[in-house]
């Protein structure tokens, strides 16, 4: 920690998430915004006093809650799935009515949906590439932040198949974090 405090900008605005594979991160207080230098090594220590681990810093990005967005995708039995909202954030649940699901087929359906989401339609069809050349099963951007057709990832939560652990270089299983660490369930068991 005391190494930490001369990376940070003085000037600097930051944010702090417990990275554990917790979800509802923010309404649990386990995200702090807004944090000047000095105020993210007392989170750092707060939250580390409270047994967490695994923590991130990031710059903050300034943005109105009306802009966030909602951005996940799938692996199922049938393709791709993608899900979409001009709406997201920490309340995604309240519009889940508005949250659209296409099952991807070629890349004009990542065209009309980055379109609708107001992002450059190479960043979508990057991150499907990506989705599936890393084995992803679940990939979930909430929220997405896009200004001036540039994405800007505030929160991702993603899980991948580990048996591809045997099909990439780029990931080991040690790599992520989960809520239940050396916790199967029966399903995984099996």
Known sequence: LDKLDNTLKPEGRYVVKVDQGI???????????????????????????????????????????KDEKYLALERTREGILIYYSKKGG??????????????????????????????????LKKLIEAFDIYYFSFLEI??????????????????????????VDDWKSSDFRSSRPGQLTEEEKN
């Open 23 to 65: 979800k509802k991160r923010f309404k649990q207080g386990l995200v702090k915004l807004d944090l000047s230098g000095g105020q993210v090594l007392d989170a750092l220590r707060q939250l580390r006093s409270k047994g967490y681990r695994y923590l991130v810093i990031e710059e903050l990005v300034l943005h109105e809650r």
């Open 142 to 167: 909430n929220p997405l932040l896009v200004s001036f057709k540039k994405p800007y990832m505030l929160d991702i939560a993603a899980e991948v198949d580990s048996a591809a652990e045997f099909f």
């Open 90 to 123: 920490i309340d995604i649940e309240e519009f889940e009515n508005e949250v659209q699901k296409v099952l991807y087929k070629d890349p004009e359906d990542a065209e009309k949906i980055a379109l609708e989401l107001g992002v450059d339609p190479n960043f």
